[in-house]
């Protein structure tokens, strides 16, 4: 990125915005970067680990944005000068793989007191998270949430400035603040954020309770950046929101999920359009019409169904029942009959049953899934799931954990197999780790690919013949 932060030095007091002001301390932070790698004689090293989802993918491109523009070199190992987690608590798993890795980083640390760690994103808006990383461990420099993720250069340098662990964490925010650094993983494809927060209260997810209230960008901030963004080489976006489809509701003049989509399709030299996530509860006939005459939005639906069980969905809260999802992933695959459609599914809500568990089965044989990400019901504290009755044996959701992979194998292995012998476009993503001389690159359905090339052809769009199907990817040759 190109940003020019001279006119902030010397500036005596941050200006009133809240996109200056941050400019103003990210100059700031950049004077101590430069101070402190010429006492080193080398350049300050910081590392950002990700958890969780799409959405935390992207803040942390923001923060390395952010790095950038202040003189850190960014690296992937974790013996750096400044270590960063951006944290994930949907799952009980995402918490204890962090604390796992604190372990592991107090000891470089002991090593080298000079370095920073910093813990963000959804974890630390847990209260008790925050109180046992105060307490347990004090090692810790800064710790924000992710509400106010756009404060970062603001709060590294109170850091810099002191010398003890910073705790800035919000409750919530209706702040949406535009105009920040951002760095991509990849130059070719990019997420953008068009609303942030859920309002569902889906009752065993946390996602609410650390995201906030549903806030819509406006349709002009989301089309500037992604003009931007396809001046800048991009070819390929992904649309971010816990709920796509209620986009737009909250907004001073509102707009709906499929109209952004016909803006978004105008933008000249933009290839292709990705979002995520769609609930079923309001996915509109709008919208499954654009993107059946859209040239540009991918061929592939995420829909989390979660249960088959229209009992469990309405202790889910999730406001829509078997049949309706039935009915829906009829009327899109009748509108697009080569649409990849795949899910998320929990097993071992609480109160679920055998029956209950066979009716996911067969939702899952009815609709015939690409591919499904399957969870095995998590405890979140603080939900109303939590303290439901009926908590299920863990032996009882292993063994139903592992009759629905199967199935779902079986199902997107043959799902699979439908495409062999096509010839489809492949966007070029990255060189074959495993295979020498391969490239591998997604089909607009989202399914992987893998044939011989160069890197050359990284970011290029190519057609591809599919030769054969192996489960959840092809081998293929290029036409
Ligand atoms: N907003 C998205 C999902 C975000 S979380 C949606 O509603 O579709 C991603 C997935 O994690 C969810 O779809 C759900 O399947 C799973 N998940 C969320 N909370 C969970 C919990 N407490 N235990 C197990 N899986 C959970
Ligand atoms: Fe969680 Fe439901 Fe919101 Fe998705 S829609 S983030 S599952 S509460
Ligand atoms: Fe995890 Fe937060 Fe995403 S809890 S799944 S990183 S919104």
Same mark, same amino acid.
């Given at each position: 990125?190109?940003i020019d932060l001279s006119i902030y030095d010397g500036m005596q007091n941050p200006p009133s915005d809240d996109t200056g002001r941050q400019y103003y301390y990210m100059a700031k932070c950049r004077e101590?970067?430069?101070?402190? &790698? +010429?006492?080193? @004689? ?15 993918? *992207?803040?942390?491109?923001k923060?390395?944005g952010i790095?950038?523009l202040i ?12 270590? $960063? ?7 009980? @798993? ?22 920073? $760690? ?24 800064? $710790?924000f949430g992710?509400h106010n993720i756009f404060k970062f250069a603001e709060i590294l340098y109170s850091r810099y400035m002191?010398? &003890?662990?910073i705790?800035d964490i919000w409750k919530d925010t209706d702040k949406i603040v535009e105009d920040l650094p951002v ?13 942030f ?13 650390? *995201?906030?209230?549903?806030r819509?960008r406006s349709?002009k901030d989301?089309?500037e ?5 396809? %001046?800048?080489?991009?070819?390929? $976006? ?14 001073k ?35 499954? /019409? ?47 009959? %080569? ?11 609480? +109160?679920?049953?055998?029956? %209950? ?23 979140? !504290?603080?939900?109303?799931?939590? &303290? ?6 863990? /032996? ?7 009759? #629905? ?31 020498? +001389? ?8 989202? !399914? ?8 050359? #052809? ?8 599919? #030769? ?7 081998? +293929?040759?290029?036409?």
């Open positions: 990125m190109n101590i970067v430069s101070e402190k &790698s +010429g006492e080193l @004689n080398r350049p300050l090293r910081a590392c950002v680990n990700t958890f969780g989802c799409q959405m935390n993918a *992207r803040d942390s491109e923060l390395i790095l950038e003189g850190y070199e960014i690296t992937e190992d974790e013996h750096a000068d400044f270590v $960063i987690y951006n944290t994930c608590t949907v799952r009980e @798993n995402a918490n204890l793989k962090v604390y796992g890795r604190l372990g592991y980083l107090s000891n470089i640390k002991k090593k080298n007191p000079h370095m920073l $760690i910093a813990l963000c994103g959804c974890m630390m808006q847990e209260e008790v998270v925050v109180n046992k990383i105060r307490k347990s461990y004090s090692f810790v420099d800064m $710790i992710t002191s010398d &003890s662990m705790i760095e991509r993983k990849y130059p070719f494809k990019s997420g953008v954020n068009i609303m927060g859920c309002n569902n209260f889906c009752s065993y997810c946390i996602v609410p309770y650390v *995201r906030g209230r549903e819509s349709p989301i089309v950046e992604i003009k931007k963004l396809v %001046d800048d080489g991009v070819v390929e $976006i992904m649309l971010l929101g816990q709920n796509v489809n209620s986009y737009g509701k909250n907004l003049e509102p707009v709906t999920f499929a109209k952004l989509l016909t803006m978004v399709e105008e933008i000249d030299g933009l290839k292709r359009i990705r979002f995520m996530t769609s609930h079923p509860k309001d996915l509109s006939d709008e919208l499954i /019409e654009v993107m059946k005459n859209s040239k540009k939005i991918c061929r592939h639906l995420h829909l989390p169904v979660q249960s088959g069980s229209s009992r469990v969905l309405k202790m889910m809260n999730r406001k829509y029942d078997k049949d309706h999802y039935l009915k829906l992933a009829d009327k899109i695959k009748a509108a697009m009959p %080569d649409i990849s459609l795949t899910t998320d599914i929990i097993v071992g809500f609480p +109160g679920e049953t055998e029956e %209950d568990f066979l009716e996911t089965i067969d939702v899952v044989k009815k609709v015939q899934y690409d591919s499904a990400y399957t969870f095995i019901y998590s405890k979140r !504290t603080g939900t109303p799931a939590a &303290s439901m009755d009926n908590q299920i044996p863990k /032996e009882v959701v292993k063994d139903r954990f592992d009759r #629905l992979l199967k199935e779902v194998q079986t199902i997107a292995a043959k799902q699979t197999e439908r495409f062999v012998g096509k010839t489809m476009e492949v966007l070029v993503e990255e060189k074959n780790s495993q295979l020498a +001389g391969y490239v591998t690159g997604k089909l607009s359905n989202g !399914t992987t690919v893998h044939f011989p090339g160069d890197e050359t #052809l990284i970011g290029s769009l190519v057609n591809v013949k599919l #030769l054969n199907a192996k489960g959840f990817y092809y081998m +293929g040759e290029m036409e």
